[in-house]
């Protein structure tokens, strides 16, 4: 049950959540600054995706170039366009490995496409990610508590996710080299969960 509500959650996407990227301070006195104040005023969808690709081509060495592409690639994925997708959470993941969206974006990505490497590829970064998120602290600020935990909860949502995906992998896959790498992949993972006991059984007949 727990699997199943986690993954209606993430379904329904939780933008609040795993948006982690802000712009603190534009400065449209420079080009960047002026670009990133015509994103943020555009709101015709195409003009936006299409102002952002410029600014991820144009200031890639730019700080607030995560920022960007994240909003690209929740962009590409509710246009539906998925290698787009791919492409703009894979370079987010190269700048913030942390980024535990990206990777759960990546990974639904990888999964439509049947795609199995990428499906262990964006699974293991995503887990990796969620769970760094899981084990920042408990911030000392009452303030500062519920938004910790809704992180923690999200985090937490994404791991479910991408153990399941390998479990998934394991027990679908009809190539005996897939069963295999996607079964110790989650067991390197997540040990202790519970996909990580499920797998045995797959593994063994493999």
Known sequence: MRLRVSVILLALGLPAIGQRHKIEEINAEKPDGKLIQ?????N???KKTALLEQ????YGESKDTPWALEQLQAAYVKAGETDKSITAGDRLLTLDPDAAEAGLQ???AAESKKDAAMIRKYAVAAAAAAQRLSAVPQPKEAGEAANWKAVV???KQVQDYADYALYRGAA???DPKATIDFGEALRRQSPSSEYAGKVADPLFVT
Do not use: P
């Open 38 to 42: 015509q994103i943020m005023q555009e």
């Open 44 to 46: 015709d969808a195409g």
């Open 55 to 58: 600014f991820t081509s144009e």
């Open 106 to 108: 990546c990974l639904k």
């Open 153 to 155: 909860d999200y985090a």
């Open 172 to 174: 679908e896959s009809r």
